[in-house]
């Protein structure tokens, strides 16, 4: 069964780096998105993708924060110069389409992001 | 700004009874609702969903039932097993967004004692 794909499962960054978080999506699928957790708290989304443009993104979402679909395959989220509070699970999704029929989006296994 | 809730961090149910977890929402531009099933160390998986033109929605043990009026759903599962263990999120949406942007409840962590 075809799956998201997330690498690395854990980063561990010094504040103020900046890291990337790859995905993978499954490869008929259109939509793209980030999600984060924070410990202990709920899954918040930050980010859609869509026709290599972002359809729409959470106030979350600032100019610290970009993605990227640099090739045929790959899901990037850049998270420049990191903070402590940036420390949290990172969530690749993809759905078909958008629309009543393709609300399924189906979610990676997460990258753990530590900032120290 | 928590536009969907689940109000019960935990619940403990023994095996083969019913398990049901809630969850409000407050907004009323939301018409398409999910649950998702977590186990630790993995992504969320799509569990049922159902749309506000529908009260309920069966599939297999899982029973999402919806009551707009009362902007509340639940999820039933019957009868409850161990492997049904885990953290159980509700999402919600509207069709017609754009970006397909879903809100998240916080969660409700599921143990189904043998």
């Known amino acids: 069964e075809p799956e998201v794909t997330q690498t690395p499962s854990h980063q561990v960054t010094q504040m103020g780096q900046e890291v990337i978080l790859r995905c993978v999506p499954i490869?008929?699928?259109?939509?793209f998105y980030w999600y984060r957790q924070i410990l202990g708290q709920k899954v918040e989304f930050l980010v859609s993708?869509?026709?290599?443009?972002?359809?729409?993104k959470s106030e979350i979402f600032d100019d610290q924060f970009s993605v990227e679909r640099p090739d045929g395959s790959n899901f990037t989220l850049k998270i420049r110069s990191t903070k402590l509070e940036d420390s949290a699970m990172y969530f690749c999704?993809?759905?078909?389409?958008?629309?009543?029929?393709?609300?399924?989006?189906?979610f990676g296994p997460g990258t753990r992001l530590t900032v120290t | 700004d928590q536009q969907v809730k689940q109000n019960s961090p935990s619940l403990s149910v023994q095996e083969g009874r019913i398990s049901i977890l809630n969850c409000d929402y407050t907004?009323?531009?939301?018409?398409?609702f999910l649950w998702y099933k977590k186990y630790p160390a993995e992504g969320p998986t799509f569990l049922i969903s159902?749309?506000?033109?529908?009260d309920k929605n069966e599939d297999g043990r899982f029973t999402v039932f919806l009551n707009k009026s009362a902007k509340h759903l639940s999820l039933h599962i019957v009868p409850s097993q161990p492997g049904d263990s885990a953290v159980y999120f509700c999402?919600?949406?509207?069709?017609?967004?754009?970006?397909?942007?879903?809100?998240f409840g916080t969660g409700t962590s599921l143990t189904v004692i043998p």
């Open positions: 999704a993809s759905s078909v389409a958008s629309g009543q029929n393709s609300y399924e989006q189906y």
């Open positions: 490869s008929n699928h259109l939509y």
């Open positions: 993708f869509y026709n290599n443009e972002i359809s729409e």
């Open positions: 907004n009323s531009m939301f018409d398409y």
């Open positions: 159902i749309s506000s033109i529908k």
């Open positions: 999402a919600a949406s509207a069709i017609g967004w754009t970006g397909n942007q879903f809100y």
